[in-house]
């Protein structure tokens, strides 16, 4: 008998595809238990399809999304378990993905990265991993007595990154929320007391924000999460659920009026 692994994977970020040159891996092993008794079956040992077997235990083997890894030669009626490995390079995946799993035609299971089942002829265990998704908030606060400066708008860059150290944008074309990335990038305006966010940004992407001078207002303060950052650029990883909060405070610019006896 044997056991099929495949993979699957849904992203907007390219490098998670298959269509990519080089797709993102994901990590696999597979333990073979004896038939009547739920212990490893340590007299498992060789190469077997893709895997090689110790004492039951396979070694960590890649596989990229549209991929599969095979098991054959292992006698039919064995129990098997296929696991998801974070570790090293992946050690954070648990953290982007979410997981679903299936055996065979069974019931998809969400949030789950190890399935059990029984070695026969078609025996298979599918992984999905969604990137998870998050959102990022700019948000504009105004110090200015002038009524007209109400509607002075500020210019913001955002940029999105796949790793630390990368000099290209990840290149993402999409609209999320109020921005419009292109390559991913994207130029937003804000007033006063207004803010605009980006809904559904794929987990894990690093951002970078940055404020354009504006004439007549100076930057007086900018948070992230409310911690004051001392720059008009602001970095960060977009993590699931929880969004980050981007806060710039522009303070109007005063003059004086020198009068003179004549």
């Not at 739920?38 to 890649?62: K, M, P, Q």
């Not at 993590?239 to 005063?254: C, H, P, R, S, V």
Request: proline share 2%; no cysteine.
């Amino acid at each position: 008998g044997g056991i099929a692994v495949y993979k699957r994977v849904v992203s907007d970020v390219p490098s998670d595809l298959k269509t990519a040159q080089n797709p993102k891996k994901f990590k696999v092993r597979v333990t073979i238990y004896n038939k009547q008794i739920d212990t490893v079956a340590t007299s498992i040992n060789g190469t077997y399809g893709d895997f090689t077997f110790t004492n039951g235990v396979s070694n960590v083997l890649e596989v990229t999304d549209g991929g599969m890894r095979t098991v054959t030669g292992i006698e039919t009626g064995y129990r098997f378990k296929v696991e998801e490995v974070y570790e090293g390079d992946n050690s954070t995946d648990a953290s982007i993905y979410k997981v679903t799993s299936q055996v065979g035609a069974g019931t998809i299971k969400e949030n789950k990265i190890t399935e059990m089942g029984v070695v026969g002829t078609d025996a298979s265990a599918s992984f999905t991993n969604e990137r998870e998704k998050g959102e990022l908030t700019v948000s504009k606060k105004l110090i200015s007595d002038a009524a007209a400066d109400a509607n002075a708008k500020f210019t913001f860059h955002v940029k999105l990154y796949e790793n630390n150290g990368d000099t290209e944008a990840v290149p993402i074309s999409k609209t999320y929320g109020g921005m419009q990335f292109v390559n991913g990038e994207t130029t937003v305006e804000v007033t006063g007391g207004e803010s605009v966010t980006a809904k559904g940004l794929p987990a894990g992407l690093r951002y970078v924000v940055t404020e354009d001078s504006a004439t007549g207002f100076t930057l007086t303060g900018v948070t992230k999460d409310g911690a004051p950052v001392g720059s008009n650029q602001v970095e960060g990883t977009i993590k699931k659920a929880n969004g980050a909060m981007l806060q710039f405070t522009n303070t109007a610019d005063t003059g004086y009026l020198e009068l003179e006896n004549s």
